[in-house]
Structures are given as structure tokens and as C-alpha cells.
């Protein structure tokens, strides 16, 4: 049967895992994120399905299950499995995206590589997705393609399906004119997605950004402009837009342009926070902890997260505050994004090298100011931290968004706490109550950690509130419904009587 909505990530919506010799599919290990919430969606259609990628040794291997049917908590749906070489998932995944990609959409032009990109195996992978997408799909159905890597999937699908409803949506940043068309291959991207009916970014700069790049490359009219909503236009962050582009016009097709904060499960977060076990954990942690204030950085080892300069920001902070030293300890947990990239290894060891010389600096018998943590923490585990830091210290050089803010946010069920968030990740759009600051000014960084620790009760449990209003009302249903509307018209009333 084919599927009135079919969703196009590169992720598989489980976990395979092999029981006794046999391979089960297993729901992921967190209920919270977008992979539930976009199976979620299934329920609102009549038939759905998922297109991903599955390694593979042997793509003709006539044992390898291209599409199976899965049952779990959210229904039945069908998952088609591209079987992509060791060498196809290497070009177009971690060379393409990752090193020629990446650095031009979060700004970091010093770092792109255009020299080892296979464009064409890019192209190759993407006409795959768009084949099993379109084959997949009902007459008229709604495809949704999720993120970067999949550029191309939406000017293919048109060519091979002009009666679907296609929507795209960006999960990075989306950068100016100017950086952007560093890519050679920035037309093609552009054209592609301009074939779609709704692009949908976090925030409106990216929408801003993404509208100027096509209208440098085309004849893009802009036939509809809107103002933005005040929680989406604090006056403090570094990417506030006043007024955006909402639809377009290219060729006599009209394309939606809209701006959706991707949010977290705010109610399953707190759900997690308000548990016994999560109540003895952080207790045990503030134990542990004495007198001591706990600062509490999480993210991936990126370029982008700007793990160095803050690390460097709390030597500077140490050195100048000695009254600080034996009571305030940096947790900084620093995940490798992908095990096959040599570059995040180096920025794991300069991360390595600068804890350990600030450790050996200002560190005593009993007392060590940072404690680099370099592996992925049980999410359970993670909110219990969450709940017993004083400070969240989330400063992004670039962010698509910032998630690891918002679950700080909703797992402080005491409002209490003090969220320090770089004005550069796209939260600070919505978090206008966080400390906001410039990562890349030392004294900006610094004062914000100082006045974060100095902060008093009234103040830090009124910021916290709003906080927290903000994560439950833009929480990841409120951006997959948001997303999904855009489409209107028959595709949005499906799901909706589907749904009553």
C-alpha cells in the first residue's frame, strides 16, 4: 500500500540490536527527540513510511532487507533501507557533509575543504532517497526530508513525482548570501530546494539568509512578507530579524518559507526530573559536591561548540577570582560527533590538553576545577545533573538551535538554576531570559559567568520561570505541528481528521 506521508532522514526511526543471533528492532533508547516525534505523525495519515540508510558490504547481497515493516508504540509503517558502501557513506556523509558542508553553514569558511568532495557520488546518494521516496508515495502525499545531507532529494522527487507535497526542513544554520555561495555546487542546492512547497528553518534569520542566497542566484519573487512574532525577536540576541520573507514565487511554483523552533519534550524531561531515582541521584551529586557551585557544559566535540574558548574563559575567570578556587567545579562533557573524523580528534586532545594544564595550574589534593567528561551520559543521568548545577554553560560559536538548553531549562522542576547561553545558538532567539552572551568576547563571557555564580535567588528563580514557559509552550510537538500546517490545503486537513 503506499503512503500519504513519507518521511526522508538519514536516520533509522530504532535501534537494531542482535538477540540470539537474530536482529530485533528496538524503540531508541530516549523518548526524547525528533525521531519519536516524527513517527508520531503516522498516526495522522492512513499509511506511513520512513526512508533511511543502512550500511552495507554487499549492496546485491539478496539477504539484505531493503524495506521491512515495523509495529511499535506508534503504529505500523514500512522503512525502506538504502544500502549505502562503507566508501558512499564516507564521501557523501563525512566528507561532503561534514567537512565541505558544515564549516560554510556555521560560518567557519578557514575550515572547508572542497578538495576531496565526490560530487557526484553525492548526487548519486540523493537520487536514491528520491527514487524510494517516490515510490513510497500515494498519489498526492505529503514527503518530508529532513536536513542538509539531503539537498538534492527535493529537485529529484519533482522531476519523478510532480504530484507530491514536498517539505523540507533545515536543522542547522542557514548562512548568509556571502558564505553560502562559497559552495560551487550552490545553485544546484538552491534550485533543488526551491522545488519544494515548504522549506522550514529554526529561526527567522535562517529564513532571512536562505531567501537572499536564492535571490542571488535567480529570479526569486517574494510575495509575501510578515512580521515576527515578539517571542521570536528578543532584542538581545545576535540573530534577531524584525520581519521575513514568508512565501515565494520561482518559475510559477510558490514556496513557503517559515521559521519553526525545533523544542524538546518538556513534559517527558520533567516527567524524567521528577522521578525518586533522579531525586537520589542529583542529591548524591550535591553531596558530593559540598559548598562547591557546579558549572555544567554539554555538547558535542565540534568546532562549533566552542569548547576552547571556554575553557579558556574559566582559567581567565580562576586567575582573576582566587576566592573562587576549591569552590566552583567545571563539568564539561564533550561527546565525539563521529569516531571517523580525524578532525574532531584533534579538537578532543586540545580539549584534553587544556583541562589538564588548568587542572594542574589551580587543582589541589581534594580539589579539581574541571572534570572533562569525553563519553555520552545515559540521558536519566544527565537530567540529575541538570538538576543539581547552578549554572548551565551552553556558549555555542554556531548553532542550528541548542537543545542540551532547553532540556536544562525543562528539567529544573525547582526553578531554580542560571542558564548562560551563547546570543549565537539559535535558542537565545526564544531564551531571552538566559545571561546572553558573546562567545567570541572574552570580557563578555567571563562577566557572564561571574554574574551567573553572583545572581541572586529572586532573580534567577524570575528568569527560570520564563524559561520554562517557553520550552513547554514551543516543544517539539508545537514544531512538528507547525511544520506540518504550513503544508495547508488537503495535506494539513488529512492529518487533521486523521488525528480527530
Known amino acids: 500500500m503506499s503512503s500519504n506521508l513519507v518521511i526522508v532522514y ?41 526512508v533511511a540508510w543502512k550500511e552495507a558490504e554487499d549492496q546485491n547481497k539478496p539477504d539484505f532487507e531493503r524495506r521491512i515493516e515495523i509495529e511499535d508504540d506508534f503504529g ?25 558542508f558544515w564549516p560554510i553553514l556555521h560560518g567557519f569558511k578557514e575550515r572547508y575543504n572542497y578538495d576531496p568532495v565526490d560530487w557526484p557520488t553525492f548526487r548519486e546518494v540523493n537520487w536514491a532517497f528520491a527514487e524510494a521516496a517516490a515510490a ?62 515548504v522549506v522550514g528553518f529554526h529561526i527567522p534569520r535562517y529564513v532571512a539568509n536562505f531567501v537572499s542566497a536564492a535571490r542571488s542566484m535567480f529570479e526569486v519573487d517574494v510575495t509575501r512578507r510578515q512580521k515576527v512574532e515578539d517571542d521570536f525577536a528578543s532584542e538581545f540576541s545576535a540573530l534577531t530579524e ?77 586567575e582573576a577570582n582566587p576566592d573562587m578556587l576549591g569552590k566552583v567545579k567545571l563539568m564539561h562533557v564533550s561527546v565525539p560527533a563521529n569516531q571517523n573524523m580525524t578532525v574532531y ?69 525547582d526553578g531554580d538554576g542560571v542558564l548562560v547561553l551563547s546570543e549565537f545558538a539559535g535558542a537565545a532567539v526564544e531564551m531571552r531570559s538566559a545571561l546572553l552572551t558573546n562567545p567570541f568576547s572574552a570580557r563578555s563571557m567571563d562577566s557572564a559567568i561571574e554574574q551567573a555564580l553572583a545572581m541572586e535567588e529572586v532573580e534567577r528563580k524570575d528568569r527560570m520561570k520564563a524559561l520554562r514557559e517557553t520550552v513547554h509552550k514551543y516543544d517539539i510537538r508545537f514544531w512538528a505541528d507547525h511544520q506540518m500546517q504550513a ?14
Open 10 to 50: 538519514h536516520r533509522q526511526p530504532y535501534t537494531e540490536v542482535e538477540v540470539d543471533g537474530k536482529i530485533e528492532y528496538h524503540e531508541n533508547k530516549s523518548p526524547n527527540g525528533i525521531v519519536p516525534t516524527l513517527k508520531s505523525f503516522f498516526g495522522r495519515f492512513d499509511k506511513g513510511s520512513w
Open 76 to 100: 505500523t509503517y514500512g522503512v525502506t533501507r538504502l544500502p549505502l558502501t562503507r566508501e558512499q557513506v564516507k564521501s557523501f556523509y563525512e566528507v561532503s557533509s561534514k567537512e565541505a
Open 136 to 197: 513510497e508515495a500515494a498519489d498526492g502525499a505529503v514527503v518530508w526530508v529532513h536536513d542538509y545531507n539531503l539537498w538534492l532529494v527535493p529537485g529529484y522527487l519533482r522531476q519523478l513525482r510532480p504530484d507530491v507535497k514536498i517539505s523540507f526542513f533545515h536543522h542547522t544554520p542557514f548562512p548568509s548570501a556571502d558564505m553560502f555561495n562559497v559552495l560551487p555546487w550552490r545553485k544546484e542546492i538552491l534550485e533543488s530546494l526551491l522545488a519544494c512547497d
Open 242 to 318: 524584525v520581519s521575513v520573507p514568508s512565501e515565494l514565487e520561482f518559475r510559477g511554483h510558490k514556496i513557503r518559507v517559515q521559521a519553526s523552533p525545533v523544542g524538546v519534550d518538556a513534559d517527558y524531561i520533567e516527567e524524567v526530573s521528577q522521578r525518586p531515582e533522579t531525586d537520589r541521584m542529583a542529591a548524591e551529586i550535591r553531596a558530593e559536591l559540598g559548598e562547591r557551585r557546579l558549572l555544567l557544559s554539554v555538547g558535542r566535540t565540534d568546532y562549533t561548540k566552542g569548547g576552547i574558548d571556554q575553557l579558556e574563559s574559566f582559567e581567565r575567570i580562576l
Open 345 to 413: 580528534e584533534n579538537i578532543q586532545a586540545d580539549l584534553e590538553q587544556m583541562a589538564g594544564r588548568i587542572n594542574g595550574r589551580f587543582g589541589t589534593l581534594d580539589w579539581q576545577p574541571i572534570a572533562l567528561i569525553s563519553r555520552a551520559i545515559p540521558f536519566t543521568d544527565l537530567v540529575a545533573y541538570y538538576r543539581a548545577a547552578d549554572v548551565a554553560w551552553i556558549t555555542p560559536l554556531a548553532d542550528g538551535m541548542n537543545l542540551v538548553a532547553k532540556e536544562f531549562a525543562a528539567a529544573r522542576v
Open 487 to 500: 503544508l495547508g490545503g488537503d495535506a494539513a486537513r488529512a492529518a487533521r481528521a486523521n488525528a480527530a
